[in-house]
């Protein structure tokens, strides 16, 4: 294999054994639905491996992305980001060819859904009520309950929508730094959707599903209790960002960023490689040992086949667009000329991947 | 004009404007040549503009881009990144259609070029030599003169090269905040590149060009005394970046991101919306009131054909990959609805332009 430029490069084996760990969790779980999110990968031939495993239901974080994969055979999509109602045309033609999933979290949204959705769509379109567990983005806030049950008996009331359940993504187990508190919000956050159910049940709104996402909780609890579907995505490739937080080992990270080394500079320890921004993201993170990374750094295999463990004491220190700076130590730098080529695991692979869909190669 | 989804929209007469006034600075400097760096807007379209006042040459950032340009009829083009040895070919094909310029900072990349260049180019491939005087990324360390001028004699050795001169990026000048302290970069730079060419021409090295790059330094000297060429680039848009920096202000920003508002959450004076860091890059800055910003907001000009003044006390607090947060003070959150617009000037107008390539309007 011939890597000339920064390339993204995936691992299928691991990818896969990523996905089956995370399928047999959700088969452990009775009566879970696995609904990957494909925002990570953003690619038809990996949602293949999916596939090939008995997955049929998919989330994206756009109208877009709905369409790419609803070209290729997907017809059971969630359109995990609250409605833009700018982009009902998309959601009218994605809603004809597939059972579509939407995002709501105010009364006027479901308002302009009922009255802006065509008749003749292929069945109702699901909605979910996006429910503001501790993560403060978006979200009703779980505890302002009369909210969420106008909103849901608005929902109920559409001839156009079907009322699917409560969804969140507890997005600051980010801010976790081991497995017990991810463990934590995942308690917290299964406590909070089930009061609210309750509630809706008392109401006299049942079948209320109850819906979650993120890639930490889901990697790190032992079963999905207390829910109904898991939407997590970034588990396919994890990265460095998951490893610090304790959703990952470095072992499960199936994608680096092959990167030309152009400079070498032994007198302050430094290494410059092409590969910058524009590739991996400026996504940084600060390890436990106070360092604010943006990438660590192995050695590639023999014809890029992989690549070694991250290099002891060395790691991507700051980015410019084309540009990244490695901090290493003396013993290694020695053994780098330019023209080599070093692996880089991203912080945030989701956000790599972005950037790479044209410079991605699967070995 | 319609916009459904994350749009960056350009406003050419700004950008125009800042053209001029870069080539003005120029014209009124002696025998300086202009190599705007087209890294910003890598848009033919956008070239054009600069073609139409008389700019010939241009800087950018990798061999890909190069190509892009050389097809639609620019001649004279800088790669500036230091040369990857392992995109040769590509090199070897730009050379035989262009008047291309290398970047070194190694002896070892000298020979390199001087074996694999293919005889015939067009004509001798000119070669600068990156100085490091005091960023720290790339270049030869300007006071290690010993080696700076073996390097100089070996390009001036091959039959291939052409030895053009010294070359600097004073990325530093991003640390500044406020014109005396970008005025003291523009002035230590040339000084520490005015030593090393003294010293080749005392070597018996002469006709040694100097070359800078930078848009903090280019957008506040009055002129630019002490160098032969000046390559900026984000000038053309600028950003919000800039403007903190001190090298711009606020009515020279020409790009904005226009995103729809898919949440409002008075209760705690936020706006969410669709635009992220897949869309602004999740590059930041922290402003002179100790705020971490991703933007700055403004209100849209009727049609889109521009935006208004950024809105007090308003600024994107955090970003994830599809979603942004603004913070905002409760009069202006009354004011926004759910499928509105509002315009996200961007911290770096360079990453949020590489992002949205195939999503720019230009009015």
């Known amino acids: 294999m011939e890597i000339e430029k920064p390339t993204l490069m995936v691992d299928k084996e691991k990818?896969?054994?990523?996905?089956?760990?995370?399928?047999?969790?959700?088969?452990r779980s009775k009566r879970v639905r696995f609904r990957p999110h494909f925002k990570t990968?953003?690619?038809v031939?990996?949602?293949?491996?999916?596939?090939e495993l008995g997955v049929t239901a998919t989330a994206v974080s756009s109208v877009d992305m709905a369409s790419y994969f609803a070209k290729s055979g997907w017809d059971d999509?969630?359109?995990?980001?609250?409605?833009?109602?700018?982009?009902i045309n998309g959601i009218n033609r994605l809603a004809k060819s597939v059972n579509l999933n939407l995002l709501v979290d105010s009364l006027e949204t479901v308002i302009f859904l009922d009255r802006h959705l065509r008749e003749k769509v292929k069945e109702k379109v699901k909605v979910w009520i996006k429910i503001d567990t501790a993560y403060h983005r978006t979200g009703m806030e779980y505890d302002r309950i009369e909210n969420i049950?106008?909103?849901?008996?608005e929902i109920?009331?559409?001839?156009?929508?079907?009322?699917?359940?409560?969804?969140?993504h507890s997005g600051h187990a980010y801010h976790a730094r081991s497995k017990g508190e991810i463990r934590q919000v995942y308690d917290d956050t299964v406590k909070k959707m089930s009061q609210v159910r309750q509630y809706l049940n008392r109401k006299g709104i049942v079948d209320v599903e109850i819906s979650i996402g993120d890639t930490p909780t889901c990697s790190v609890v032992d079963a999905f209790y207390g829910v109904d579907e898991v939407r997590c995505g970034n588990f396919v490739y994890y990265d460095v960002m998951q490893m610090v937080i304790g959703s990952c080992e470095e072992e499960d990270i199936a994608a680096a960023l092959a990167c030309p080394v152009i400079g070498c500079?032994?007198?302050?320890?430094?290494?410059?490689i092409y590969g910058g921004g524009a590739h991996l993201s400026k996504e940084s993170i600060t390890d436990a040992e106070g360092r604010k990374l943006f990438g660590l750094v192995a050695l590639p295999r023999k014809d890029f086949q992989?690549?070694?463990?991250t290099i002891k004491d060395t790691y991507v220190a700051s980015l410019s667009q084309e540009h990244g700076i490695i901090k290493t130590a003396p013993g290694f730098i020695r053994r780098v000329n330019i023209g080599d080529i070093l692996m880089v695991l991203p912080v945030h692979s989701c956000l790599t991947a972005n950037l790479m869909k044209q410079s991605t190669k699967i070995f």
Chains 1, 2 share one sequence.
């Open 306 to 309: 992989g690549w070694g463990q």
């Open 149 to 153: 049950l106008a909103t849901a008996e």
């Open 265 to 272: 500079y032994p007198q302050r320890g430094e290494i410059v």
């Open 156 to 168: 109920k009331k559409s001839r156009q929508l079907g009322f699917q359940g409560l969804l969140t």
């Open 45 to 51: 031939r990996v949602g293949e491996w999916f596939r």
């Open 15 to 27: 990818a896969v054994r990523n996905i089956r760990r995370m399928l047999e969790k959700v088969s």
């Open 41 to 43: 990968h953003q690619s």
């Open 77 to 87: 999509i969630t359109v995990a980001i609250l409605v833009n109602p700018l982009e």
